[in-house]
């Protein structure tokens, strides 16, 4: 991605909308769940992907950096994001191509310092980045019990039990966000909020007993809580049925928002197997897991979505056409 196409996509923060929820789509019980790579090729996407978030960030000119930064704070000011975090609730930026999200990252930046707490949380997915994992979660996927997966917890830094499994430290999920914290406290010339990353794998219906659930509840009484997403995976690439596949226009953007807040009206309802369910087989949400934590901490809250836009991963990955990502901000608020 060159800068001409970066910039362009951060002219996107002029569109502020959010589309009522209304389409209904029934959760098959037949439907297969996403594929989107093989266990044996789950590795070289991890890398594909990571070169590609370092590489077009370092495209970034000082000039842009600022103009990223003021742009989020125009977005969040608008969208009074600081509100969302201070009264308890949470936002999640999407992990996309980077000239897709960085605007709705540096969004949730400015709130995480706006809200003036010196500690994030971030509760992140983990993505099934080798073969034991992705062969753990297409099991799941399928209706097994995901208490019977031995890689089944929440990992992330100087965690006991991270020998399991240390795929989360190559994860791009949080690449960006921990990018533009540090830029933001150079360029408000103070320390940075201390970051507690928590990464969540097979969560199941079932959070409170997940291996590490209860000291992630305490240790989230003092934080603000934010997280990553990309809560809808569509397209031919993504195993969309090819009647129901959208692309990227007006049309497509509006369908694909309204699937997604189908599936989080079952997480603000706190009915976690609907909400997993409809990511499996409905959006392809990688969100199932830790969307379902976050909601047992701080819900009930109400679901909202932001500036929806679309990042083509047709030709990053060689999918067939339409293959696309949701990029989309969302705020939970609580009631």
Known sequence: MNRRELVKSIGLLSSLSCFPAGIKSAIASDHQPQRRFSPDTISWYAKRTIKNYQDSFNQLSNDQVNIIFERGKVLSDSLKLKQTLTQGGVLTFPHVHIGDCIHLTSAVVNACFASGSDKIL?????????????????????????????????????????????????????????????????????????????????????????????????????????SSADHAHHGLGYQTPFNNTYPIDSIGLLKVQEMIQEGLSFLDAQDYKSYQQHCFNITHSDWESAGVVINAIRGPMQSSLHCMGGSDYSDFFNFPKPSWVASVLLKQDKG
């Open 122 to 226: 971030v509760i992140s997915l983990m993505h099934a980045l080798n073969k034991e994992l992705m062969n753990a979660y297409l099991r799941v996927a399928s209706g097994l019990d995901p208490k019977k997966e031995s890689l089944r917890g929440i990992y992330g830094p100087g965690l006991a039990y991270n020998n399991i499994t240390n795929t989360w430290q190559s994860d791009h999920v949080l690449y960006l966000f921990r990018k533009l914290v540090s830029i933001e406290a150079k360029r408000r010339n103070i320390k940075a909020p201390k970051i507690i990353e928590r990464f969540v794998f097979l969560s199941g219906p079932d959070p409170f007993s997940l291996r590490g659930f209860k000291e992630l509840e305490a240790m989230s009484k003092d934080a603000v809580i934010v």
